[in-house]
């Protein structure tokens, strides 16, 4: 099977910039959590994700990682929770956002365990899912899972395959899989990654792109890598391509903010992300600044209900 023989999924609307963010609690990796969210738990993400509801969110996301190894651990810490759980868990106390794994290793698991996972999670949330999915990177952690690391990019073609044909019809190869997808004809999966075979394998097979670290200056040549070669195997499919935007805070902070810190008016940050748009970004996941979860939810109130507004792509 490849990635064209299942009509492509575009879930956001013609001309919109959408915004969503990483929950905070849920994954501790030292390299991007608060310091406040290493004595948080799950009230405080609870908190965040039903503030991102409440302001026009278009999703909240969670990471995935099994098991660190020790020599990793001071920069990622061990505090990786599961994210079907943690989703299906927010699922049942949110109403409209979506949920999106940010990304889900799908080489760690059988296709078919993950297609029934994701299709209970969009069930049991009305239609609410986004598959984030990723080859993964920590070697030690496929070497302890029993997984060929070198075969990670091949497992995780072959996984969207057979995730996405489970999706397309209840029968395959005379096995049956429910329920069936809410959404329809299915949720979308966006790939992550910000490599060669990331990106080729989101021209080729992928609904959407969801970038690891890649600067706003190499966006352009990465999206037109992407597009280029979605013209060669998929011509004229649409694709939600994203994009990871620099930390950020709305109005004035009141503190001495890192220097890599976007801030300014809500006019100011709008002007800015609408940059994104003209690049021909769909979706962005917005990184917030803040020193406790009730600074968070007023930043996520904030540029949901005075950035998000202002924000478009041609």
Not at 115 to 140: E, M, N, P, Y
Request: overall charge negative; glycine content about 10%.
């Amino acid at each position: 099977m490849t990635g064209d023989t299942v009509d492509p999924v575009s879930i956001v609307p013609d001309g919109a910039l959408v915004f969503g963010v990483q929950l905070p609690v849920q994954a501790l990796s030292r390299v991007i959590a608060a310091p406040w969210e290493m004595e948080a738990g799950v009230p405080e993400m609870v908190r965040a994700a039903q503030a991102a509801d409440r302001a026009g969110f278009f999703y909240i996301a969670c990471c995935d990682h099994v098991v660190i190894p020790e020599a990793y651990a001071d920069a990622m810490s061990t505090m990786w929770a599961n994210p079907i759980a943690t989703l299906g868990y927010l699922a049942a106390l949110t109403e409209r956002v979506h949920l999106m794994s940010n990304v889900y290793v799908a080489p760690f698991r059988a296709p078919l365990d993950t297609a029934k996972q994701f299709l209970t999670l969009d069930w049991l949330s009305g239609g609410r899912v986004i598959l984030g999915v990723g080859a993964g990177h920590v070697q030690g952690e496929f070497e302890r899972l029993g997984i060929p690391f070198a075969d990670r990019g091949k497992l995780l073609d072959a996984a969207i395959d057979e995730i996405r044909a489970a999706w397309g019809a209840e029968f395959v190869d005379g096995l049956g899989m429910r329920p069936r997808p809410v959404q329809r004809p299915r949720p979308p999966i966006w790939i992550g990654g910000s490599k060669g075979p990331a990106l080729r394998r989101v021209a080729e097979r992928g609904d959407g792109w969801i970038p690891q670290g890649t600067p706003r200056a190499e966006m352009p040549g990465q999206l037109d890598t992407v597009r280029s070669h979605r013209d060669q195997v998929r011509p004229g499919t649409p694709l939600d391509l994203g994009a990871i935007t620099e930390w950020t805070y709305v109005g004035d902070a009141g503190w001495d903010l890192p220097d890599d810190t976007l801030t300014g008016s809500p006019e100011q940050i709008a002007e800015s992300f609408n940059d994104y748009g003209a690049m021909g970004v769909s979706h962005l996941q917005v990184r917030f600044r803040a020193r406790s979860i009730d600074e968070l939810c007023d930043q996520l109130e904030r540029f949901g209900t005075e950035v998000g507004p202002l924000l478009t792509r041609p």
